[in-house]
């Protein structure tokens, strides 16, 4: 009962704690959405308070729930995704088993898509676009595929356990099969779907517990190899479109996440050890590192995502252990940090509007 306590204890700390620093909503802007920032906030876990948020670039404005503003409810548990496609936002919303759609240009939902399979939720983790098909991962071990008009679930392609990360390259779908619920048993495979056939065709083996996964065009697909956090350590590898062979990019460099655009890949990693943060910006033409450091651990506490913007900037998501109002700090590509705002807890996804 002694144990139960504390930790009831603890938990009821953490949220005074986190509860204290929310600040009342600003109102929300009206008219088009641009020059600035949408931002996805995961929240704590059973929390129900995940948020969407907006930083306007051109007065430094923050609003810190758009979301619950234009929706009148909030957003759910756990958020882990989001991307655009069309004139629609997805967010994945994780521990809700829920995928909302908005409105790009409203922030209004337009649909609620239920991720659940027999009574059991799914878990959706990420998503990725074709030809007006959306593609989600689940923690269940699937892929479902959502038809972008009706915004039902369409097909679900069972794939390796506790898939992740996923993206489109060309007419194929690699999706990362991290393993990560049987630490530590991880998976260490990539699969590959012919997206015209709608099957695997191919079974990529890149190392323990894959999980974040990009392709960039004409460059082939890049996945973050996590390791076990310790003797194995985490790398970033290159897999070849054409037959599928995989190598190690920047022997020696860890990391966590990878995002990038055209010739311009970020490869970040943050230990929970030693608390420590890293971010190399790499030119894909040579493999090598065009800026290296660009961030310190005195400027970023918890590092938790990377995202290129616009003009030679990027932002950074801090998570601040987690427990506290996150940061969103944009920097310029030689390290010079040009900003810090206050936002919302665990942000972990930045969407640039130009």
């Known amino acids: 009962m002694k144990v139960y306590s504390r930790v009831w204890f603890l938990v009821f700390i953490l949220l005074i704690s986190c509860n204290k620093k929310e600040q009342p909503e600003p109102a929300i802007p009206s008219g088009e959405w641009s020059n600035g920032l949408l931002i996805l906030h995961e929240g704590l876990f059973q929390q129900n308070n995940s948020k969407l948020s907006w930083l306007n670039l051109s007065e430094f404005s923050f609003y810190t729930d758009i979301f619950s503003a234009k929706n009148n409810r909030y957003l759910g548990d756990t958020a882990n995704d989001m991307a655009i496609y069309g004139g629609k936002i997805y967010l994945v919303v994780n521990a809700s088993s829920t995928i909302e759609v908005l409105d790009k240009y409203s922030m209004q939902s337009i649909a609620q898509i239920p991720m659940q399979f027999n009574g059991q939720a799914q878990q959706p983790r990420k998503i990725a676009f074709y030809q007006n098909k959306a593609f989600v991962t689940s923690f269940d071990g699937y892929v479902n595929v959502i038809d972008t008009a009706s915004l039902s679930v369409s097909k679900r392609i069972k794939v390796g356990r506790n898939p992740e990360g996923l993206a489109v390259y060309q007419n194929h779908l690699y999706v990362a099969n991290s393993g990560g619920l049987d630490f530590p048993n991880y998976d260490s495979t990539v699969f590959c779907i012919n997206l015209n056939l709608m099957k695997i065709t191919d079974t990529i083996f890149v190392g323990a517990n894959p999980g974040n996964i990009l392709a960039l065009e004409n460059e082939g697909v890049f996945v973050i190899k996590r390791g076990n956090y310790g003797t194995d350590p985490s790398e970033l590898i290159w897999v070849d479109p054409t037959n599928h062979s995989t190598e190690v990019v920047l022997q020696g460099i860890s990391g966590i996440g ?79 940090k040009l900003s810090t705002t206050t936002v919302a807890l665990n942000p972990n996804k930045v969407i640039y509007f130009p």
């Open 258 to 336: 990878v995002s990038g655009r055209s010739n311009e890949l970020f490869v970040w990693y943050f230990d929970h050890g030693t608390q420590q943060s890293m971010v190399h910006l790499l030119n894909i033409d040579t493999r090598q590192i065009a800026h290296a450091n660009l961030i310190t651990s005195a400027d970023v506490k918890t590092l938790y995502g990377v995202f290129p913007i616009a003009d030679d900037r990027f932002a950074v998501c801090d998570a601040q252990q987690f427990v506290n109002l996150g940061k969103l700090i944009i920097f310029d590509y030689h390290g010079q």
